[in-house]
């Protein structure tokens, strides 16, 4: 019960209702909330090892890996911060902070950003040394953002602060009322041109102006659904996904839904009810999302219309949806990766992502394959045929 009820709690509830609440005595009795056992069925399509390199210990919501023309970068928990090759996964370059981490990275290819647990923001530079470092606001457990020769980073009080890229000084900070509690679970933000997309309390979505921090607009994709504290807790997840002039994001315990953007700000195009810990993924005219119980839906992504919808992996503690080819993959909490069928929602095939442990690192799909930091400090990339 004991790694159950950590990936339940930690993938989609709150840091300070688990405290408050005992641990996992909330669900002890619940098996409705117990992750169903994998199933059988019809093998269609194989998961495979492309490659496998160990860039250090642990994982976390914090971590996810980015991509630079041909190569990755990742960081791990332990402070280890690497550069790899997107082909084979050669390390390029290795360095080892004495610090432990809480997010990275954020990258341009010209520095590498990382944060760590005693609230500091360190920058590397391209050959991953010490360029600078920096004190947030507090401990900032989302990955930092790099664009327009600024670092932006989303501290755990929500306050959004940008650094100068080449010498961390302080350029500009925001912050709205923080919530009395708030959602743990894979958040990233978006540059996007000259702004930056950032989550924030209460189910919003702001643009901030990239050079000064000012407000340009926000959506409120959720709001509160019922009378207590936990109910209250409302947040944007995963990373806003940008589709042609709109952008499409999901909440926990809100909606998902698409977004005309105008010079007028944000209108909704359509939305449906629906709770995530990890965000969407899209191909196509088609949106995919997780939900925290572990339904896959696809909608269209014009109109909202469902196409499908599946409960197989009811409570598996599912991460974000990447496309690859013709199918959709998530990873789940004992290290596997399922392939669905884009098209109809079958289950195609499952492969092991090297580790038994979850996966919560945000994957993502490249011309190779799809990236995976799996849960013991290793990245993967899988292949699919």
């Known amino acids: 019960m004991k790694k159950t009820c950590h990936r339940i709690l930690s993938g989609s509830m709150l840091a300070l209702a688990v405290a408050a609440m005992g641990g996992c005595s909330l669900f002890s009795n619940e098996s409705r909330f117990e992750p169903v056992a994998l199933t059988e069925y019809q093998q269609q399509v194989s998961g495979f090892t492309v490659w496998s390199a160990n860039i250090g210990s642990g994982s976390g919501y914090g971590f996810a890996p980015a991509l630079v023309g041909d190569s990755v970068y990742a960081a791990t928990p332990d402070g280890s911060v690497v550069k790899a090759s997107l082909t084979n996964g050669a390390i390029q370059w290795k360095t080892k902070l004495d610090d432990a981490l809480a997010a990275g990275v954020g990258t341009d290819g010209n520095i590498v950003v990382v944060t760590t647990t005693k609230g500091k923001v360190i920058a590397l530079d391209s050959s991953g040394k010490m360029l600078w470092s920096a004190n947030a606001s507090t401990v900032a457990s989302t990955p930092p953002a790099i664009g327009g020769g600024l670092v932006v980073v989303r501290a755990d009080d929500y306050r959004v602060q940008a650094f100068n890229a080449q010498n961390g000084e302080l350029q500009w900070s925001y912050l709205r009322t923080n919530p009395e509690m708030a959602l743990k679970a894979n958040s990233r933000m978006l540059i996007d041109g000259n702004q930056v997309l950032v989550g924030v309390p209460t189910g919003r979505l702001v643009s901030l102006d990239l050079q000064t921090g000012t407000p340009r607009w926000d959506i409120l994709a959720a709001t509160i659904q019922g009378p207590t504290d936990l109910d209250s807790v409302t947040d944007v997840v995963g990373q806003p996904l940008l589709s042609g002039n709109g952008l499409c994001l999901a909440t926990y315990q809100g909606r998902v839904g698409c977004y005309a953007i105008s010079a007028r700000g944000a209108e ?39 196409l499908w919808s599946d409960q197989t ?15 959709v ?39 190779i394959g799809i990236l995976v930091q799996n849960g013991s400090g290793n990245l993967v990339m899988l292949g699919v045929k």
């Open 313 to 327: 992996l009811t409570n598996r503690g599912l991460t974000n949806p990447v496309v690859y080819g013709n199918v």
């Open 329 to 367: 993959a998530m990873g789940d909490y004992e290290g596997y990766v399922h392939f669905y069928s884009a098209a109809d929602g079958s289950l195609l095939g499952r492969v092991s992502a090297g580790s038994g442990d979850s996966i919560v690192s945000p994957m993502t799909a490249t011309n």
């Open 268 to 306: 909704p195009v359509w939305n449906q009810p629906f709770s995530s810990a990890v965000g969407v993924g899209s191909a196509g005219s088609s949106l995919y999302a997780a939900s925290v119980h572990g339904e896959v839906r696809a909608y269209n992504i014009t109109n909202g219309q469902e």
